[in-house]
């Protein structure tokens, strides 16, 4: 019987798994935690064949980077990673950290058993994109890397300089591509278009950064 680990931090997330591996005979739960951080130690005292693993767990800590620990020290366990966010970079990261397969929660076409079970078989099941969002009048679809990686530096830094710096680029070339997004989504100013990414879950947001219009 394949032992799961379940490591998220939403409770009604953590009863959606639950359930979905209590109702498979072959399966049974080795626990549920809510810090990926404990999960390499959970794996050191109790037995676990699989890991469903959240991308953004309590403390802010990273699924993806406990995955890559616990896909280093014990390799036979199967990591899936899950999120309910639609950020475009976490799927490239998730296989750097080796993990096996890759599952949005609210979003998917794959059923997680499915997924388990193609995993534990010895597939690697990941989406080929994100989830489409909706960003004002545009999708999350129209927007090229250049401009999330824009996005990206806004929401995780205080302006236009220190976004130049993040990216090496100069504020012209920032306040370019804002310009460019501006457009295809509708939104009058940056700050409503920062704020909209966030609330979608679109990009991960560093907390102690501010907007700045």
């Not at 997680?112 to 597939?123: F, P």
């Not at 295809?184 to 219009?213: C, H, M, S, W």
């Amino acid at each position: 019987m394949t032992k799961v680990l379940i490591v998220e931090d939403q409770k009604m997330a953590q009863e959606n798994m639950e359930a979905i591996v209590q109702s498979s005979a072959d399966y049974i739960l080795a626990g549920t935690i809510s810090n990926a951080a404990d999960a390499e130690l959970v794996c050191m005292h109790k037995p676990v064949d699989l890991i469903l693993m959240d991308v953004c767990t309590a403390y802010d800590e990273s699924g993806i980077e406990a995955c890559a620990i616990i896909k280093k020290k014990h390799p036979k366990i199967k990591v899936i990673i899950v999120t309910s966010m639609a950020e475009h970079t976490f799927i490239e990261k998730a296989k750097e950290a080796n993990a096996d397969s890759f599952w949005y929660k609210d979003a998917s076409r794959n059923n997680l058993l499915d997924v388990m079970e193609r995993t534990m078989a010895g597939e690697h099941i990941f989406p080929d994109k994100t989830p489409e969002v909706r960003l004002g009048l545009s999708s999350s679809y129209e927007l090229t890397n250049a401009e999330f990686d824009v996005l990206r530096a806004l929401m995780q830094s205080t302006g236009d300089e220190d976004a130049a710096k993040m990216l090496g680029c100069t504020k012209a070339n920032i306040r370019w591509h804002v310009g460019k997004i501006l457009e295809k989504t509708g939104y009058r100013t940056r700050t409503e278009l920062l704020i909209a990414v966030a609330q979608k879950n679109l990009i991960i947001v560093t907390p102690d950064k501010a907007f700045d219009d």
